[in-house]
């Protein structure tokens, strides 16, 4: 037989009702009431917003940070990919910039906390620059004296 949580916020009577058949354990049921309150609490902030495009712009967000977490948690890497390129895109942010946005953060993996080093990552697109420690004729290669 379905369950029902329903949440409600005071400030604007919001009401969200989740019906289906729950989880016996404990911890799991407190994950639905807490997860269908923030989601209330949420959904009445945004609808409490009185400038219309800000209000849009807001429940967009809502919908795309969503539809990430789906895709992370169904573990779907190219839909989170697809999902945050097109957040950048939205930002303004051009595809060149996000490969540059790439290659700065793998570089600072790299190098690694206090300077140290981290061993190279396999880049798409081919071998790691040659600066890197393992790369032919970079930095820790033997000599060919």
Not at 16 to 35: Q, S
């Amino acid at each position: 037989m379905p369950e029902q949580y329903v949440a409600s916020d005071s400030r604007t009577g919001l009401e969200v009702a989740v019906t289906g058949e729950f989880p016996a354990h404990h911890d799991d049921r407190i994950r639905i009431a807490r997860t269908t309150t923030l989601f209330t609490r949420l959904m009445s902030t945004i609808l409490s917003t009185e400038n219309e495009s800000m209000r849009r712009e807001r429940f967009l967000a809502v919908e795309t940070q969503l539809e990430m977490a789906d895709a992370l948690i169904k573990e779907d890497m190219e839909e989170v990919q697809r999902l945050m390129r097109q957040t950048l895109e939205k930002m303004g942010i051009t595809a060149d910039q996000m490969d540059e946005m790439a290659k700065r953060i793998l570089d600072q993996l790299r190098e690694g906390p206090e300077g140290g080093s981290l061993p190279p990552f396999d880049l798409p697109g081919g071998p790691p620059p040659p600066n890197e420690p393992d790369a032919p004729g970079g930095p820790g290669a033997p000599s060919q004296n």
